[in-house]
């Protein structure tokens, strides 16, 4: 059974940083691309950042400059480093993952939602 267990999140002020963690667990053949998206209050979810297994990321335009998306493919783990928080910047965070469960077959996980709450 994979599963993508998320960690961090929280709350913060305006200005200031938090962390988020996801780590692939169970049995798989390897890991392409990982991402975190959010779903705000009253709006769909949307791509936060992305990162390949070779290391080539991708961000949102609202997040560029502020939030920074890493990989340990050691640990099968991504992180979302978030600063200079907004209070938009509020909202469930979904990591997600493709993963190659055999040579031949890969499908798509989400993990479970942690609420960030950036106060003003």
């Known amino acids: 059974q994979v599963q993508l267990v998320v960690s961090g999140g929280g709350l913060s002020q305006a200005g200031g940083s938090l962390r988020l963690s996801c780590a692939a667990s169970g049995t798989f053949f390897s890991i392409n691309t990982m991402g975190w998206y959010r779903r705000a209050p009253g709006n769909q979810r949307e791509l936060v950042a992305e990162?390949?297994?070779?290391?080539?990321?991708n961000y949102a335009v609202s997040v560029r400059g502020r939030f920074t998306i890493s990989r340990d493919n050691a640990e099968n783990t991504v992180y979302l480093q978030m600063n200079s928080l907004k209070p938009e910047d509020t909202a469930v965070y979904y990591c997600n993952a493709d993963i190659r469960i055999t040579f031949k077959y890969t499908y798509n996980y989400w993990g479970q939602g942690t609420q960030v709450t950036v106060s003003s």
């Open positions: 990162i390949t297994s070779g290391g080539i990321t």
